[in-house]
């Protein structure tokens, strides 16, 4: 899982494949409101069947991973341009 449990069923083991509103939003630690933002954004994996909004949990966890690689890349990006910026300034001595 995400980050969450999900209940356990009282039969046969069950995977988990989606996750609603309130689950998703503690697996990821965010407000259900910030959910409902990043959803009606577009901005986190979700999809709507027959009415019911659900986030697939595959889904979540892909979108997650590639979050933090963009923002390890990010940080990688920063700091070569910090360095750079930093080789570039003459000393004034």
């Known amino acids: 899982m995400i ?3 999900p209940k ?9 494949l989606s996750l609603r509103a309130p ?9 259900e409101r910030k959910l409902s933002d ?15 909004l659900m986030y697939p949990v595959d889904s979540l966890r892909k979108w997650l991973m590639d979050a933090a690689w963009k ?3 990010d940080g990688e990006s920063r700091e070569r341009h910090q360095r750079q ?4 300034v003459p000393s004034g001595g």
Request: charged share 20%; proline share 9%; hydrophobic share 35%.
């Open 3 to 5: 980050g969450i449990e």
């Open 8 to 16: 356990k069923p009282s039969g046969p083991s069950v995977p988990c």
């Open 23 to 31: 689950e998703a939003a503690k697996a990821l630690s965010i407000s």
């Open 38 to 52: 990043w959803t009606t954004q577009g901005i986190v994996p979700h999809l709507k069947v027959g009415g019911i």
């Open 71 to 73: 923002g390890a890349m």
């Open 85 to 88: 910026e930093e080789d570039s």
